[in-house]
């Protein structure tokens, strides 16, 4: 059933992470054009856009996809734009699919830029007590907390420590040295992991990711199209969950105040379910895995990740990476790219950006930071308001 | 005159509703359907969120005033608007901690009393509820050790 239900990865493009003044819509059409070169398909054959969008980039009246084509030219394709927080760029990913495989095109480009806004985010101003957003801010509730919550939740159950949450970004960062889309480049050492301020205990400042801009791009088709223009051998992509969460959640998600009740039906955990329908999707299981590529918001969420994608048991996530399992060279490396770590986050493009990482690692064009031999990727991202998403890409 | 004054006023709740104002024994003020018997914190009406449930009948219930630590952070640095901003150099780090209630089987958020830092904590710890005001002299709720 599943080789039926793949479609073609023709080619991947990005502009650099980084915080670089301009709007998104320069980002957006450099990776469009580097993606587009990329697959040898010309701009006019593209039949579907799928845009990625944000509530926060551009101004109000842009509208993603549509922005995008007319940038790149207006040539008459069919346009769609998604809005799904963090996971915005998986659910354009899945409306091209949807596209191409019910027959209504070929062959798309999905897109996602981002331009961020300086300073810390903050809620919209005013007295707004039905506002969750708004009401834990009040009591004192940030961002970093709710990853320092589930980073201590690992240590006072499996015994990890701030050392290997530090490991997790000095692997990280070593990894992101040498990828030019990278924001970050700089290799970090334990002891200036230790000298970074702490911000939420066991959380230092460079155990959380920043924000940043960005832009993925990626064309997509049909296998009987990649087949017809010599592309048959294309790395292909064999699932895309996009699931919401199932009541109960087992974990105060942000910017919640509290979990669901699990009185009436057991608690369950929205980031192990994410991947669980990619897996039955693509019929394969966590052994066929060969690199993944996941969100680390923090060093502490991507050993979460790991167990969250069953690539080891619960809790013993740390005991891979102290092995040296989850880097490049390892038996199962996992943020090849350098993650959100050497990144920062771009939303409508970082689960885009995921993708194109695991396109050129399947096609051993990763250079330094390649994973031998990677057959099957795996993606894992999580955002607001019950959005996230799971991609396995396989050559 | 006026410290009288201050005394006898109503004290002011950061949000209204959401718990009960008895300094000794204080509660967080919830909803349970009364079809499944799920809880709700924040309080929810309307339309219960159960999957299986079609439930529109709720009452409001006061929560379990203590459960046990399920983990535990701290806030090093102010938070920005709404938290209420004092002077920079007036700051005190605060510890936060998410606390199980093992009668609704529910996580709930809350600062955690002043004095008390994350050295002092470890999962499983049993927290109860009181009330400390914030800055602005607000009552919040807030998890403190039972010793």
Redesign the interface.
Known sequence: MSTNRDIAILGVGMHPWGKWGKNFVEYGVKAARDALADSGVNWRDIQFVSGAATIRNGYPGQVAGATFAQALGWQGAQVNTSYAACASGSQALAAARSKILSGECEVALVIGADTTPKGFLKPQPGDRPDDPDWVRFRIGITNPTYFALYARRRIEMYGDTLEDFAQVKIKNAQHGLANVNARYRKAFSAADVAASPMVADPLRLMDICATSDGAAAIIVSSVEYAKRIGKAKSPRIAAISTVTPSFASALVEMPDIATDSAVAVPAQSFRAALPKKAYEEAGIGPEDVSVAEVYDLSTALELDWIEDLQLCARGDAARLLREGATKVGGRLPVNPSGGLACFGEAVPAQALAQVCELTWQLRGQAGERQVANAKVGITANQGLFGHGSSVIVKA | MSAVLNEQAAPVP???GWFTLDQQRPHLLGTR?TA???????KLKGYC?????NGESFEEVPLSRSGKL????????Q?????VQVDKDAFVP?A?A?VELEK????????VVAGTG?ESL???LTMELVLEP?ADGKL?WKWKPVA
């Not at chain 2, 399920?70 to 640095?77: D, G, K, L, Q, V």
């Open positions: 950061v949000l209204e359907c499944c018997g799920t809880y709700y914190f924040p969120r159960n999957p299986d449930c399920w983990s535990f952070t701290n806030a090093s640095y938070p920005p608007e709404p938290y605060f936060i998410a609704e089987k529910m996580i709930v958020l809350g600062q994350v470890r999962a499983g914030l919040t």
